[in-house]
Nanobody, 121 residues
Framework: QVQLVESGGGLVQPGGSLRLSCAASGSIFSIGSMGWYRQGPGNTRDLVATITDELRTNYADSVKGRFTISRDNAKSTVFLQMNNLKPEDTAVYYC???????????????WGQGTQVTVSS
């Protein structure tokens, strides 16, 4: 079994910062791309940022220059540093990873349980 466990969400004022973490654990052979997605009330789950195993990054236009994605391959962990947060960043943030398990041949997408980020004064 594979688990993705997120942490770091919370309530922050506009202009503030938060750092999300997501650690993968379990029967893991390898991890490819990792990323963060978010879903606001009544909205679809949208891409925020991704990072490949070669550390190539991709960001949604709405977060470029404010958010930074990084990863620690030794710890199977991905991070999202969020600066200059805005009320429109309020959402549940989900971690995603493409993981090949020890018992599998192909990679599959795994998701975390989500962590709430609320930006409000």
């Amino acid at each position: 079994q594979v688990q993705l466990v997120e942490s770091g969400g919370g309530l922050v004022q506009p202009g503030g910062s938060l750092r999300l973490s997501c650690a993968a654990s379990g029967s893991i052979f390898s991890i490819g791309s990792m990323g963060w997605y978010r879903q606001g009330p009544g909205n679809t789950r949208d891409l925020v940022a991704t990072i490949t195993d070669e550390l190539r990054t991709n960001y949604a236009d709405s977060v470029k220059g404010r958010f930074t994605i990084s990863r620690d391959n030794a710890k199977s962990t991905v991070f999202l540093q969020m600066n200059n947060l805005k009320p429109e960043d309020t959402a549940v943030y989900y971690c995603n990873a493409a993981i090949r398990t020890n018992s599998g041949y192909y990679s599959h997408d795994f998701w975390g349980q989500g962590t709430q980020v609320t930006v409000s004064s």
